[in-house]
Nanobody
Framework: QVRLVESGGGSVQAGGSLRLSCEAP????????MTWFRQVPGKEREGVAA?????????YYRDSVKGRFTISRDNAKNTIYLQMNSLKPEDSAMYYC???????????????????WGQGTLVTVSS
């Protein structure tokens, strides 16, 4: 059973920062992509940021977080991070880490194509 362990969620005021972490087993971490998704009740899960952990470390972001969020990796710890700055109330959501993209290599922010998921960590941004 592959387990992704997320941490770092919490409550902040608008304009604040949080850093999320997601640790994966080594074989899962370096398979291909690891990605952050988020979801609010009643809405579809949406991709936030992806990183190609297998090789180059290429990154992908949804437009609404570009310039505010940064995804990064620590290969020695099999861990990815999501540094979230200038947070807005609309960033409030449950954030999930996903790993092992099974298909759709050109679209790593699509949730349907991932094999493994974490349990989620809640981010709340107050105005």
């Amino acid at each position: 059973q592959v387990r992704l362990v997320e941490s770092g969620g919490g409550s902040v005021q608008a304009g604040g920062s949080l850093r999320l972490s997601c640790e994966a087993p080594k074989g899962t971490y370096n398979r291909n992509y690891m990605t952050w998704f988020r979801q609010v009740p009643g809405k579809e899960r949406e991709g936030v940021a992806a990183i190609l952990t297998a090789n180059s470390g290429s990154t992908y972001y949804r437009d609404s977080v570009k310039g505010r969020f940064t995804i990064s990796r620590d290969n020695a710890k099999n861990t990815i991070y999501l540094q979230m700055n200038s947070l807005k109330p609309e960033d409030s959501a449950m954030y999930y880490c996903a790993a092992d993209l099974l298909r759709g290599w050109s679209k790593p922010l699509i949730p349907d194509n991932y094999h493994y998921w974490g349990q989620g960590t809640l981010v709340t941004v107050s105005s």
